[in-house]
Each structure stands twice: as C-alpha cells, then as structure tokens.
C-alpha cells in the first residue's frame, strides 16, 4: 500500500484515485494518517478529511465512546482548518471609473467585452458613460457588476453620471469642450460595425434598466 500512495501525485492522479487509495489506506491498522494525506495531497485536502470524519464517525466504537468522539472531533477540526478563512468585507471606494474597476478584477477592456460578448467599442462608450443609463439591458449591468466585482447598483449608478471626454485629450480652445448628447444602448450597437448578429440579438431583445 505505501508503494502505491508514494507513487500518486496531484498533477497526475485523479481525485478518485486520491480518494480510493486513502480509503483503503484507512483499512490498515497504521496505514492512514490524515495530516500526511494532506501534505501530499494539498488539493484534496477537503475530500480526504470529509472522507475521514465520515469514516471514523460511521465505524463501530474502536475502544471506547471518548476515543471515538476524539477521532470525530480531530476529524471535524481538520475540516474546517481546510476550509478558507473569511474574508473581512472592505468598504469599497465609490465607482468612478469603470476602466479602473475593470483592472482592479484583473481584466482589460478587450478580455471584459469577450466575457460579456460585447463589442469593445460599446464598452468604452459605458466607460465614458456617452450611452443614456436608462437604455442599457438590465442584464448587462448584471453581468458587468459580477465581472467587476461591483454591485448592480453601483454600475447603474455609474452610469447616470454625466458623461466624460476621451482621457488625454487635448483642445485648442480655452472654453471646456462640451459632449455631445447621448445614444441609447440600442442605437449604439445597431450602428457599431463591428457588432456581431448574435450579439445584437442577443443585447436588443433584452429588458433595460
């Protein structure tokens, strides 16, 4: 038996394999400890102990009924030492650049549109909020906050700020140049070349905010 557990490796066993070899493992006196289990196999940390509580909370009373409570308990404890520990909720920044948010999850404008099977283009009209709020597909800003990591709400809100220049722009004029009045979700992407038919239909037969 230990031939055949040295031998298995997380990049080339299956969970099954794992799994199997560990419960059989579990039958020889002195064959199993659970802690060398999960330094081998650190990936399968969860199962083995799941496997390994329900085994030793199953099986007739080893000894006595505090040995067999012990087992359970150190079962139990290993458990939840494998389970990640929570993460503290921060209180986010207000939103006030989608670009920014979009970076923050570790995306780019190019691989956020492929994820939501938007044309870049209308993506970078949402970044400069040049798209009427009121207009865009419930489902979208949805999915949008989900890949951000934002709440519906914060995009919408976004959304309804007053719209923004191109960054890095320059003008010649000393009055602030002014931007030009916005286009629905539906106008902007029947008239973007390089929308897709799916994605039109996709995007125009859906209910907007």
């Known amino acids: 038996m230990s031939t055949i557990t040295d031998n298995l490796r997380d990049d080339e066993a299956s969970a099954d394999a794992v799994l199997s070899a560990f419960a059989q493992a579990i039958e020889t006196p002195g ?33 006595s009924a505090a040995t067999a409570a012990r087992m359970q308990q150190i079962g139990l404890a290993a458990l939840r030492a494998c389970r990640p520990a929570p993460v503290p909720v921060a209180a986010t920044t207000p939103l006030t650049s989608l670009l920014a948010a979009v970076k923050a999850a570790g995306l ?27 207009s865009v597909p419930r489902s979208l800003t949805t999915a949008l906050a989900e890949a951000v990591n934002r709440t519906r709400d914060e995009i919408t809100a976004y959304l309804q700020m007053p719209p923004q220049l191109a960054a890095g722009a320059s003008y010649r004029s000393d009055d602030a140049p002014e931007v030009g009045a916005q286009e629905t979700f539906a106008e902007a992407l029947r008239s973007e070349p390089e929308a897709t038919d799916a994605q039109r239909r996709l995007w125009l037969t859906e209910e907007t905010l």
């Open 31 to 63: 064959g199993a400890k659970l802690a060398d289990w999960i330094a081998r196999h650190p990936s399968h940390a969860r199962d083995l102990t799941r496997l390994a509580a329900d085994r030793w909370a199953g099986d007739p009373l080893p000894a």
């Open 108 to 134: 780019t404008a190019d691989t956020l549109s492929a994820k939501l099977d938007l044309p870049v283009a209308l993506f970078w009209k949402l970044h400069r909020r040049l798209i009427a709020a009121d």
